[in-house]
């Protein structure tokens, strides 16, 4: 049987990612693929791994993350703010790192919803004089 470590959730947009640390040798997988082949730019594969650099456990743990909802960006977000609550639980040691690099702040920032009598959310239509 394999014991998760620690759990943690993240979210970020309208993305939610569920994240379980285990120990292991530092393989990362997004639902069911390699991290690499989940995320198509380097940028995102850089972005989930951070939580990990900081707290200098690359080779460590195994992360298994299923995370779904919104675009690449805003699940890259979710699985780094995930993978920063379950380090946490794995070594409470951890917290004052991820904290001042701010991976344990949740990102407020959503798309603002549509208003009525509008085209967007604060875009008017085109005023006519006459």
């Known amino acids: 049987m394999i014991k998760n470590l620690g759990i ?27 991290l690499n082949a989940y995320f198509s730019l380097g940028e995102h594969v850089q972005m989930v791994r951070q939580p990990l650099m900081v707290t200098a456990s690359e080779n460590k743990y ?5 995370v779904y909802g919104g675009g690449n960006n805003g699940q890259a977000g979710a699985c780094r703010h995930g993978l920063a609550r379950a380090l946490c639980q794995v070594d409470h040691t951890n917290y ?11 990102d407020p920032r959503m798309v603002e919803r549509k208003k009525y009598g509008r085209p967007g959310a604060r875009r008017r239509f085109q005023f006519s004089k006459r």
């Not at 195994?62 to 299923?66: E, F, Y």
């Open 96 to 106: 004052a790192s991820l904290r001042s690099n701010g991976f344990l702040t949740r």
């Open 8 to 34: 943690g959730t993240g979210r970020r947009k309208t993305s939610v990612a569920r994240v379980y640390v285990r120990d292991g040798s530092g393989k990362i997988t997004v639902n069911g693929k390699d």
């Open 62 to 66: 195994d992360v298994l993350i299923n």
